[in-house]
């Protein structure tokens, strides 16, 4: 990666990450968008998940930490994943199922985290069902937050390249 180039890709990614930590609506985050973004761009792996990791962590300590992180932290390790796919494949369709793709994920095992090792719900089909549809709400804002700062990163950087060829990574 050039160095111009990773100064936007760094700058991006800095700034998303620190919106996590201004007031917004449950759910509306950018860590998915980081992932995939991470996952898409850096061609180190470990930068990858390093940075969607990092940032959680960073805002973690001030926002607080809470119960079945490593499950939160597992779905974005595997949201990176999708991102990794996404390599030298960012057309918008394609970034765009990908975002859908780690939203579901994000939703399926954070929830069933919830119920399996949390005490809110019996350990039943009906305890998981009731889970899932008390977590509907947050899906949409889920969803919501993730399209949003998929957009901003990615976008970002496609106009960048536009207007800088020269940032435009060799493929």
């Known amino acids: 990666m050039n160095k111009s180039r990773a100064?936007?890709?760094t700058g991006l990614i800095v700034a998303?990450?620190?919106?996590?930590?201004i007031p917004h609506p449950p759910n509306v985050a950018p860590i998915t968008a980081l992932a995939l973004f991470s996952g898409a761009h850096f061609s180190n792996k470990?930068?990858?998940?390093?940075?969607?990791?990092?940032?959680?962590?960073l805002s973690d300590?001030?926002?607080?930490?809470?119960?079945?992180?490593w499950i939160v932290y597992g779905a974005f390790c595997l949201i990176a994943c999708i991102g990794l796919l996404l390599r030298r494949r960012t057309k918008g369709y394609l970034v765009a199922g990908a975002t859908l793709a780690g939203s579901v994920l994000f939703?399926?095992?954070?929830?069933?985290?919830?119920?399996?090792?949390?005490?809110?719900?019996?350990k039943t089909s009906d305890g998981l069902i009731a889970c899932y549809v008390a977590a509907l709400p947050f899906f949409q804002n889920t969803i919501l937050g993730d399209c949003?700062?998929?957009a901003l990163l990615f976008g970002a950087?496609?106009?960048?390249?536009a207007k800088w060829p020269v940032i435009r990574e060799a493929s």
């Open 46 to 57: 470990r930068f990858a998940f390093a940075i969607p990791l990092s940032a959680l962590l």
């Open 157 to 161: 950087l496609w106009i960048a390249e």
């Open 7 to 9: 100064l936007i890709v």
């Open 107 to 122: 939703f399926a095992l954070t929830n069933l985290g919830v119920w399996a090792f949390g005490s809110l719900y019996p």
């Open 16 to 21: 998303a990450a620190a919106s996590r930590l």
């Open 148 to 150: 949003l700062y998929t």
């Open 61 to 69: 300590f001030v926002l607080g930490f809470y119960r079945q992180m």
